[in-house]
Nanobody
Framework: QVQLVESGGGSVQAGDSLRVSCESS????????MGWFRQTPGKEREFVSA????????VYSDSVLGRFTISRDNGKNTVYLQMDSLEPEDTAVYYC????????????????WGPGTQVTVSS
């Protein structure tokens, strides 16, 4: 049974940085792409970023490109999302996702989802 558990969310000021992490268990982490989505009340979940099985192939949404950085540590079964220059519009629940392919993209659908972690950015 695959489990994803996020950590590191919180409340920050606009312009601050925050890193969220996600630890995976239940499958061979290094074989699959991982990613992040986010959701605000009343809106659909939005793709944020994805990273390939080997740490390459990073993909970002236009709204976070240049501010967020995704990375992974296959030795720790963990994927990270470093968020810099945060804006109030980044306020959302951030979900870690796991794909069943080696590469993820804006169009591909994740198979596994974590419970989410809240990130709140105040102006």
């Amino acid at each position: 049974q695959v489990q994803l558990v996020e950590s590191g969310g919180g409340s920050v000021q606009a312009g601050d940085s925050l890193r969220v992490s996600c630890e995976s268990s239940g499958r061979t982490f290094s074989n699959y792409a991982m990613g992040w989505f986010r959701q605000t009340p009343g809106k659909e979940r939005e793709f944020v970023s994805a990273i390939a099985w080997d740490g390459g192939g990073e993909v970002y949404s236009d709204s976070v490109l240049g501010r967020f950085t995704i990375s992974r540590d296959n030795g720790k079964n963990t994927v990270y999302l470093q968020m810099d220059s945060l804006e109030p519009e980044d306020t959302a629940v951030y979900y870690c996702v796991g794909y069943i392919t080696r590469y993820g993209s804006r169009a591909s659908s994740p198979r596994y989802w974590g419970p989410g972690t809240q990130v709140t950015v105040s102006s």
